[in-house]
């Protein structure tokens, strides 16, 4: 198998396509809901607000039931319950809409619930993954799954706009439905049997979600992503909250050369996951998953810097945006290494902490930074972000990270 790798192997084959299928649809759904919200329902602001707020709210509430769920059950089958689940669920759109009952609310319920099943399906998908692959093929799984996840970002949006301009904003959701349908049938063919998970000898939700917590902090190596997460996360906040107006309003650029700047980062980020796994072969594991952090960081500090005529700062933009090149390079190290490393029985648990770290940190980041511009401007405060994402390196340099040349195994030091 290794000397094909995955491509030879059938099983993961239909895991890849299915779950191409799916980030293309979910792309239709993340422009499709709130156009549906603005164009069709008319929604105010205050609306838009709470709708974008049903969206993320299950990832803190729920996130780390999800985790001990994932770590309980087989995961295969609550990929595909959570797959039909969405199917379902965004499938009342266009249906409401062809009988004229749609309403905001109903896209309140329909956010919430797809939020919660998404929740669960991502937790447990990367803690599925290791029981499909061999771990010394987790780094190109990953790398394989992160360039159809880049490429979804590129296609989609521009699809959606087609649909949405060709049959409407609420039935151009049918589409999103049907990949999920196709994400649950590619699960359902795999034939590789799932390991029985180990079930608690006395199950308590709140013990094995405590459980988790542990492990993340007790582990070294653990303990590095899940502060380096928080932290990065929560200075990432800054520039989330305040780029486009720092752009538009202080910088001068109008909305069609954004859009063109922001899509030389989306295709430079589908190059970096062509790239992660010659970079982790050719300089090491630590090198290449600390220098994306730094690569990242260096390309946030040149936002702040740009100045001068609207020529001059696109440059400065177009440069920051090729540092789009490092995020998936980070992101699959990220997860490669803690899908390494985590015991499987651990392993939905320590992906929910982590989910539930970023979403938390990252609000309370845009928060701050609003609050901070008010007081000192925009530019100082991106400036400040920018600085607190570099050194949320630190959590990794600090860390046997550093010395890692590849992927370490995993030590279960709750069962020592």
Aim: one cysteine or more.
């Amino acid at each position: 198998m290794l000397g094909k790798g995955l491509r030879a192997d059938p099983d993961f084959l239909k895991l890849w396509v299915g779950q191409a299928i799916s980030q293309i649809g979910s792309n239709i759904t993340g422009v499709g809901l709130p156009l549906t919200a603005v164009v069709v329902l008319r929604a105010s602001p205050l609306q838009m607000g709470f709708l974008a707020g049903a969206s993320a709210a299950p990832v803190l509430v729920l996130g780390l039931f999800a985790g001990a769920w994932a770590d309980r059950l087989r995961r295969r089958p609550l990929l595909i319950a959570a797959d039909l689940g969405r199917a379902a669920v965004l499938g009342t759109i266009p249906l409401l809409a062809v009988l004229h009952r749609l309403t905001i609310e109903h896209l309140y319920v329909v956010a919430a619930a797809s939020g919660i099943l998404t929740v669960l399906f991502d937790v447990s998908y990367q803690a599925y993954l290791p029981s499909l692959i061999a771990r010394e093929n987790i780094l190109e799984g990953n790398s394989k799954l992160a360039s159809t996840e880049s490429l979804a970002e590129i296609a989609g949006p521009g699809f959606t706009g087609i649909l949405v301009q060709l049959i409407t904003a609420p039935m151009a959701m049918l589409f999103d439905a049907a990949s999920f349908v196709c994400s649950a049938i590619s699960l359902w063919l795999i034939r590789k049997p799932e390991p029985r998970p180990t079930r608690p000898l006395e199950p308590s939700i709140g013990r094995e979600i405590s459980e988790g917590l542990r492990a993340s902090w007790r582990n070294p190596l653990l303990r590095a992503l899940v502060g380096r997460t928080a932290t990065g996360a929560f200075f990432l906040g800054f520039g989330s909250s305040l780029y486009f107006l720092f752009v538009m309003r202080e910088l001068g650029l109008t909305a069609a050369l954004l859009g063109i700047i922001v899509s030389v980062g989306g295709t430079c980020g589908l190059f970096g996951t062509f790239m992660a796994e010659w970079l982790v072969h050719r300089f090491g594991f630590g090198a290449t998953f600390i220098g994306s952090v730094l690569v990242i960081g260096v390309a946030m500090l040149l936002v702040p810097l740009a100045h001068g005529s609207v020529a001059v700062c696109s440059a400065f933009l177009i440069v920051s945006q090729m540092g789009d090149l490092a995020w998936p390079v980070y992101n699959i190290n990220d997860r490669s290494l803690r899908q390494a490393i985590t015991p499987d029985h651990l392993l939905g648990r320590v992906n929910a902490a982590i989910h539930l770290v970023y979403h938390g940190a990252l609000p309370l980041g845009a928060l701050t930074g609003g609050a901070v511009a008010q007081a000192i401007g925009i530019r100082q405060t991106l400036l400040i972000g920018a600085l607190g994402f570099l050194l949320s390196t630190l959590w990794l340099v600090f860390s046997p990270a550093r010395r890692l040349r590849e992927l370490p195994h995993a030590v279960d030091e709750t069962r020592v």
